[in-house]
């Protein structure tokens, strides 16, 4: 049994770590050895990247995280904290979303973006985004709230701040690693989401950063670049790698501390 912790991680860390340093390493690789050749193809290249695709991809990312931790934290304290009619139910069915595949509906908030005038708008990705990140964001928050102790809460009441004062002025800081761990979790999904800009966004100018590295794939008329590619894909990887890297710590904080008792 102490040999098989050690080999399991090790074999997991491989599995996950070898695509990203295989990347890391052809993203480098020239013919003449290794240089930076391929980055700078990737942003010169008539269908490379350009300024506003990494633009577009923070604009998106902003807007995801921003909302969802809004609605989440409004969401989780409420079912974390408040007892009101139907709460159990309510709950219930914003985790059944979770069973939903959202690539099933993405057809129909393409329709209903057009009825509200935000179709082929970063707005309307981040709102279909911000969707999707809801339900695991809530669940999230709602064990974060429901983990910390009552006496809090009443002790703050008594001097006699509102239900928003205690929510602003105690329970956010008790609950900062869960909302490190919510705002992680929306970054990572808004920056690397593929599918939903796909199907969203018609416009080459408001292209996220994963559809102009696929563009480059797909206007080669067959050549494909691959080193070029895989400079993209480590670009893209590397602020991820960062946040992570410095939220870490927040970040299994969450988990520890109550984010996923039930």
């Known amino acids: 049994m102490k040999l098989v912790q050690p080999v399991t991680g090790g074999a997991l860390a491989i599995l996950f770590l070898f695509p990203l340093l295989w990347s890391g390493y052809a993203s480098v690789r020239t013919r003449d050895g290794f ?41 989780g304290y409420a079912f974390g904290r408040f007892s009101f009619p139907g709460r159990d139910a309510l709950f219930l069915v914003t985790l059944a979303i979770l069973m939903v595949p959202y690539a099933t509906i993405l057809i129909a908030l393409y329709v209903l973006l057009g009825w509200v005038g935000l179709q082929d708008s970063l707005l309307g990705l981040s709102l279909v985004l911000i969707m999707f990140q809801l339900p695991f964001a809530i669940f999230m928050m709602r064990n974060s709230f429901a983990a910390i ?22 329970m956010l800081p008790a609950v900062r690693p869960g909302l490190v761990t919510v705002a992680l979790f929306a970054f990572l999904s808004s920056w690397s989401e593929f599918f939903a800009p796909l199907i969203l966004l018609n416009s080459t100018d408001r292209f996220t950063l994963t559809l102009a590295v696929v563009n480059m794939r797909t206007a080669t008329f067959g050549a494909i670049d691959y080193a070029a590619l895989e400079a993209g894909v480590t670009l893209m990887a590397l602020p991820c790698l960062l946040l992570f890297v410095v939220l870490q710590r927040s970040y299994v904080r969450g988990f520890m501390s109550g984010a996923l008792r039930g």
């Open 35 to 75: 240089g930076l050749e391929n980055y700078a193809r990737l942003f010169t290249d008539d269908s490379g990247i350009r300024g506003y695709h990494v633009v577009n991809s923070l604009t998106v990312a902003a807007l995801t995280v921003g909302g969802t931790l809004l609605v989440a934290t409004l969401g």
């Open 149 to 170: 102790p009552r006496e809090l809460e009443e002790s703050a009441q008594v001097d006699g701040a509102s239900s928003l004062g205690v929510l602003v002025r105690v």
